[in-house]
């Protein structure tokens, strides 16, 4: 057995849960039946989760999936008629439950309840047409968690536009080229806002890009006030968009190229998204969900959506988490009576790192996700922050399939990093050949189309098989390294590709090496992630050209300045050549590794054997100072 269980849950807390109330409506005696059914009977399993979930159609489906288009273009809920829009706002119209609680950076804070939700996210709505949007337009969303951030995203899915979320601490060139690629006319932009105390400006990120009008909520600047189209809007009813229409548009990082936008559907997402957030965070009605993310990451969407679905209230906030106290988390926590709270590891080693002991109030589930876990930072979220008595939802999913592979949940017994197979996942490990395997690390991968899944990359059919369905054919692969172990266990080793995760947030090489290789003097250059103490993974660039006083912070601050300082590198380190095949293919991997003082594998496919050693006595050297 791998690890010692820490969390033992009564079997009054475990009947006590969502999940295992659903287990017992089926008329199973324990989770393992559930799970089991899950993965066998897959139409039974979904019309079950919509049943006890609330989800509601406007036209019933005819049928649960039709793969007859081949496994990797599976359709679900086939004929339906269904809206998210409608789902999280409309629907509870007339409730005056909180939907929404923020607060700002500055002190402003207070509640929407679903009755203003509605009217809100209607008026924007009518005001999103009478701007001449239509059915399958793509509507951008350049805005931190914040009210306004939610009500765009409900008005553009409740006319069946397609909203396109992007990370507000992202610079010019990352959202002109998911602009560009997503063909993005209208954007709704925050003009600035609060980060330690210091003005965030957004609105200089967007400005002048070619064809785009902006909906700005602040200053002016923009084609249009998004307070004022909230204000006059003529009220609109959620659109009978079918199950398989286009609602979100995530864009995940790649380990080439520009990054891809992965196409999530009203149908698939909201039922596996209402899936997961009851069953895994335990959300009721009476629940507040913070889950510290971003609208642009995967994670904002799903707990907003997912909350809100299930009749419970989002929290959302802009600032720093320390600042102006360094436990200003905590007092948001009581504040707003947060009872489930979504962390990354990341953050619990910052603070961790700062020494704090004070429990969370009124906690009742951690969610985290993002990374894989050590188990020091583990241990200190459960017996520090949670007191030894809160459980952790450990999830890890992805943007391409805005959901979960694997969860543990407060129904079941906790290690220190856990995951569990996710409900209705299919997932399995598999070695090189494409066999089975338990208790080896291996490839994560699902045996069967999911209805959350993206249903293709936008304008790139070819990459989206060659991506997620040729390792093993009629199988999606993940990307991740993970082992199963005791029955359904699981354990993540980070990515099996060369994708970064900075505290949770991916980006691919490519994205990075496009920057930097304009900047001039720059002939070449490799982007890889090297581990970090407090983020998880930090940014190493590898650039071989001119060798001029400055080029290595000017470097530096091209990626700051077109990715967002979340993305600085750690390491700039200059070159004679980078390593390379006879053939010309920049190898990553071996500076890498190189550089890190580790077994860099075979190299006699390299072109240059000495630049080797030369990493790895800059590394050792850089490495040294940084101590």
């Known amino acids: 057995m791998k690890g010692t269980f820490v969390y033992n849950p009564t079997e009054q807390q475990i009947e006590n849960t969502n999940i295992m109330r659903f287990a017992r409506k089926l008329g199973f005696s324990n989770l393992s039946e559930l799970y089991d059914m899950a993965d066998s009977r897959t139409e039974t399993f979904w019309k079950a989760v919509i049943e006890d979930t609330g989800i509601e159609f406007f036209t019933d489906f005819r049928k649960v999936f039709d793969e007859s288009g081949g496994k990797e273009w599976t359709k679900w809920f086939v004929g339906g008629s269904i809206n ?3 789902n999280v706002s409309e629907k509870f119209k007339e409730s ?17 309840t679903f009755r203003e939700l509605d009217q809100k996210v209607g008026k924007l709505a009518g005001s999103l047409l009478k701007l001449g949007i239509v059915k399958g337009d793509r509507i951008g969303i350049y805005m931190p968690l914040s009210p306004e951030s939610v009500i765009a995203m409900y008005a553009a899915m409740r ?11 992202y610079g010019r060139e990352a959202i002109v080229s998911r602009v560009e690629d997503a063909g993005i006319r209208i954007m709704f932009v925050t003009s600035s806002f609060a980060r330690r105390g210091k003005k965030v400006d957004l609105l200089k990120n967007v400005q002048g890009i070619n064809g785009l009008k902006l909906i700005v909520h602040g200053e002016n600047g923009g084609n249009a006030s998004f307070t004022e189209l909230v204000e ?15 609602a979100i548009m995530l864009y995940t990082s790649g380990t080439t190229g520009k990054p891809k936008g992965t196409v999530h559907v009203h149908g698939g997402a909201l039922i596996n998204i209402a899936k997961e957030v009851k069953y895994y965070t335990d959300m009721g009605k009476n629940d507040t969900m913070f889950w510290i993310s971003d609208p642009g990451w995967m994670m904002g969407p799903w707990a ?40 990354s590891p990341t953050l619990i080693r910052t603070f961790k790192a700062s020494g704090i002991d004070a429990p ?6 951690f969610g985290s996700t993002g990374e894989p876990w050590d188990t020091e930072s583990w241990m200190y979220l459960f017996d520090v922050l949670g007191n030894g008595k809160v459980p952790i939802c450990n999830i890890s999913g992805g943007t391409d399939i805005i959901g979960c592979f694997l969860a543990s949940h407060p129904a079941m017994r906790l290690k220190p990093k856990c995951l569990f197979k996710g409900l209705g996942m299919n997932v399995s490990v598999f070695d090189e050949s494409g066999r089975e395997i338990e208790n080896a690390i291996g490839y994560l991968v699902a045996k069967k189309h999911l209805p959350s899944m993206t249903r293709g990359l936008w304008n790139a059919k070819d990459k989206y098989l060659q991506t997620y369905w040729s390792r093993f054919p009629g199988v999606w692969f993940h990307g991740d390294w993970a082992e199963e172990v005791d029955g359904g266990y699981f354990y993540l080793y980070g990515r099996a590709d060369d994708v970064i995760k900075i505290a949770g947030k991916r ?14 003097g720059v002939k070449e250059c490799a982007a890889t992630g090297i581990p970090d103490a407090t983020k998880g993974e930090a940014i190493a660039i590898f650039l071989s050209g001119e060798k001029r006083i400055g080029i290595e912070e000017e470097v530096r601050k091209t990626v700051e300045r077109n990715l967002g300082k979340p993305f600085s590198p750690k390491f700039v380190v200059m070159l004679d050549n980078l390593p390379k095949t006879r053939n010309g293919k920049i190898m990553r991997r071996i500076a890498r590794n190189a550089f890190l003082g580790q077994d860099y594998g075979d190299t006699s496919s390299l072109e240059d054997q000495s630049v ?16």
């Open 84 to 86: 998210i829009a409608y």
């Open 96 to 112: 005056d439950n909180a939907a929404i609680k923020y607060e700002r950076e500055n002190g402003e804070k207070g509640t929407i």
């Open 159 to 169: 006319i069946g536009a397609v909203a396109v979320p992007m990370f507000s601490g």
């Open 232 to 246: 006059n809007g003529d009220y609109t009813v959620s659109a009978r968009t079918d199950s398989e229409d286009p």
């Open 304 to 343: 907003m959506i997912g909350a809100n679905a299930l009749g419970g209230s989002i929290f959302v906030y802009d600032g720093a988490l320390d600042y102006p106290v360094e436990k200003r988390l905590w007092e948001l926590i009581k504040n707003h009576n947060v009872t489930i709270l979504g962390v």
């Open 360 to 365: 969370f109030e009124g906690i009742r589930c």
């Open 507 to 520: 980006v691919g090489p490519g994205e990075i090496e496009d920057i930097v290789s304009k900047v001039d």
């Open 612 to 627: 080797v050693e030369t990493i790895r006595s800059i590394g050792k050297k850089m490495k040294g100072e940084e101590h």
